[in-house]
């Protein structure tokens, strides 16, 4: 695998972060306990939780890393579509008191269940016998998802393992693909907008869309998410130059899953904190009072 690209000028005594970080809330397998231990034990700073449409998980992690004198930032992470093309975009410092982020949230996970019932009836017409109820208890949190299908796939002895099930059965334009309800570009950004937060394109080097990154920038985003486990360092330096040019905030995160994915990713990107503070004076309130 191509080794992750680490932002330039790290000193060894400079306060570090990671903003992109999953738990049991969404498709992770840590605890917010066990997800802040791990962050405690590589010596980060300030993590930020994006689970996907969800802050659900935000108070016991914020809970769990004041125990351990981690700064805490609560966030997730939002599907988005743009011409027919799904982007995610992550969201921090959102209130989560505030009404119409909660009835957006509320909106997805209940697209996301009935996606899940959807997808188990594709596999149904294909031999495969899976239940919906099997794949909401291996999920059991408020938003389902591909991953969950595919540990459910693999407990009923279906998938050899999970990549297995995403290549025959998840992956977009594979059988028991079904799109997700998303919001578009610009509704998302002013939906995090409105709910106090950054908004922050995650991954840009998962798309293969750099030409609509521009055009994103201009729908009011504030950062891109330049270093992650799935960036070569060529492509990190590429996107640091990128949000330089289009007045973006540069940052990164390692897009944890726990164990989900063989191997926990947290530690592996180490965000300076001048990142952080850069992108906290992004957010609305912090526009309004300056
Ligand atoms: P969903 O939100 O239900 O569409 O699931 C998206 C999540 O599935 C991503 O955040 C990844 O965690 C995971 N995922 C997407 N594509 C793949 C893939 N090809 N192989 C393994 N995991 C994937
Ligand atoms: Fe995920
Ligand atoms: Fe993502
Ligand atoms: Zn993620």
Same mark, same amino acid.
């Given at each position: 695998?191509? $080794? &992750?690209?680490?932002?330039?000028?790290?000193?060894?005594?400079?306060?570090?972060?990671?903003?992109?970080? /999953? $738990?049991?809330?969404?498709?992770?397998? @840590?605890?917010?306990?066990?997800?802040?231990?791990?962050?405690?034990?590589?010596?980060?700073?300030?993590?930020?939780?994006?689970?996907?449409?969800?802050?659900?998980?935000?108070?016991?992690?914020?809970?769990?890393?004041?125990?351990?004198?981690?700064?805490?930032?609560?966030?997730?992470?939002?599907?988005?579509?743009?011409?027919?093309?799904?982007?995610?975009?992550?969201?921090?410092?959102?209130?989560?008191?505030?009404?119409?982020?909660?009835?957006?949230?509320?909106?997805?996970?209940?697209? =996301?269940?009935?996606?899940?019932?959807?997808?188990?009836?594709?596999?149904? /017409?294909?031999?495969?016998? *899976?239940?919906?109820?099997?794949?909401?208890?291996?999920?059991?949190?408020?938003?389902?998802?591909?991953?969950?299908?595919? =540990?459910?796939?693999?407990?009923?002895?279906?998938?050899?393992? @999970?990549?297995?099930?995403?290549? #025959?059965?998840?992956?977009?334009? +594979?059988?028991?693909?079904?799109?997700?309800?998303?919001? $578009?570009?610009?509704?998302?950004?002013?939906?995090? /907008?409105?709910?106090?937060?950054?908004?922050?394109?995650?991954?840009?080097?998962?798309? #293969?869309?750099?030409?609509?990154? &521009?055009?994103?920038?201009?729908?009011?985003?504030?950062?891109?998410?330049?270093?992650?486990? #799935?960036?070569?360092?060529?492509?990190?330096?590429?996107?640091?130059?990128?949000?330089? #040019?289009?007045?973006?905030?540069?940052?990164?995160?390692?897009?944890?899953?726990?164990?989900?994915?063989?191997? &926990? *990713?947290?530690? +592996?990107? +180490?965000?300076?904190?001048?990142?952080?503070?850069?992108?906290?004076?992004?957010? &609305?309130?912090?526009?309004?009072?300056?």
């Amino acid at each position: 695998m191509d $080794t &992750p690209q680490n932002p330039s000028l790290l000193a060894s005594d400079m306060k570090v972060a990671d903003l992109h970080l /999953h $738990t049991r809330y969404s498709d992770g397998t @840590y605890t917010p306990e066990e997800l802040a231990g791990h962050a405690a034990a590589v010596g980060l700073d300030a993590v930020a939780l994006t689970d996907h449409d969800t802050v659900a998980g935000c108070a016991p992690m914020a809970a769990a890393c004041a125990g351990r004198g981690l700064e805490f930032i609560p966030g997730s992470e939002l599907t988005a579509d743009l011409e027919g093309r799904e982007f995610h975009v992550l969201g921090y410092w959102l209130d989560a008191g505030s009404a119409l982020l909660q009835a957006r949230l509320a909106e997805f996970q209940a697209a =996301r269940i009935q996606r899940i019932h959807d997808m188990v009836d594709r596999l149904n /017409h294909r031999g495969i016998g *899976l239940t919906a109820d099997a794949v909401l208890a291996v999920a059991n949190c408020g938003s389902p998802g591909r991953p969950h299908v595919a =540990r459910a796939l693999v407990e009923g002895g279906h998938c050899r393992n @999970y990549d297995d099930a995403f290549e #025959r059965f998840l992956k977009k334009g +594979r059988p028991a693909w079904v799109p997700k309800v998303a919001l $578009t570009m610009a509704e998302t950004i002013q939906l995090i /907008h409105a709910a106090g937060g950054a908004a922050v394109l995650a991954h840009p080097g998962l798309y #293969r869309s750099d030409p609509m990154i &521009p055009g994103i920038a201009a729908l009011g985003l504030d950062g891109l998410e330049c270093w992650h486990t #799935r960036h070569s360092a060529t492509a990190s330096e590429s996107y640091a130059r990128t949000a330089a #040019r289009l007045g973006l905030v540069a940052t990164g995160g390692s897009d944890c899953h726990g164990m989900a994915k063989g191997e &926990p *990713l947290i530690g +592996r990107i +180490r965000l300076p904190y001048a990142q952080v503070t850069a992108l906290k004076a992004r957010r &609305p309130v912090a526009a309004a009072a300056a």
